[in-house]
């Protein structure tokens, strides 16, 4: 066979072979192929998401490494930072304790008011977040319905770090409770039972057969929770008392800053408390990597 007559007998297989490809690319559906709907993955998150982050860092780039650090290290600065996240790691740890309770409750009992109270779980996330804190700062004042019990025996509420705390509880549950009762209804109670014929507590049944199964889900909840608490600003504007270096948050900081008109101090606050979000929930991205390998492990 001549090297003419080769080429010729080899280029109709690699169109053919082309062919399966360019049917699932473009193949009529539905729904459009690979191709459309990844364009438009790309283009509306890069508009949504990407571009402000990204002029947010040009921004905040703007200004000389040892402004940033004059901007980041500001007494002001450092300690409304440490507030909101603190605030925030707390809030988290305590919705991720509840919130798993609730959902626990939710998915396994029946009881009267079930319905009712599933549907107040929802309620952080229809009420306005100002309204929330208005309403937060009416019942935990000195003179509200819990404030002035908890007053009473020294430990004000309102208008100190505590109130920053129970803002960011209030609107960081429903994270939890939305993200594990649905693993937790999923779960086959016939597994709890065959340990329980094989001799297992109530207490190794959860561990070894429930807590695998809920953790990647408690770990999402408390991801979203502790994101949501951080950029928190209407709910927690009017129980915080806004003091600065006691109980001033950092977004509040931000909006001050734009208020005077120093837009690069505002976005590098804005970018530091991107970057410590990003670590964190990356953290927790690696800590279900390692929960899952240990599980592998331990089950072969």
Known sequence: MSETEIVRSVRPARRTS????????????????LL???GFTWLYLGAIVLLPIGALILKASSLSAAEIAAVISAPRTF????????????????????GTLIAWVLARYQFPGRSLLDAVVDLPFALPTSVAGIALTFVYSEHGWLGEHFAAIGLPVA?????????LCFVGMPFVVRTVQPVIQELDGQLEEAAASLGATQLQTFLRVILPTIVPAVATGFALSFARAVGEYGSVLFIAGNMPLKTEI??????????????????????AMLAASLVVLMSVQLFERAFYRKLGGEQS
């Open 36 to 38: 459309p709907t990844l």
């Open 159 to 167: 208008f100190t770090r505590l109130g920053i705390v129970v803002a």
């Open 79 to 98: 300690a409304s930072l440490s507030l909101s996240f603190g605030a925030a790691l707390a809030a988290g740890v305590i919705n991720t304790f509840a």
């Open 250 to 271: 950092a977004p509040l900081l931000i909006v001050t800053k734009l208020e005077q008109f120093d837009y690069a101090g505002a976005a590098v606050i804005g970018a």
């Open 18 to 33: 082309l062919l399966p490809l360019a049917r699932v690319l473009w193949r009529p559906r539905v729904l459009p192929g």
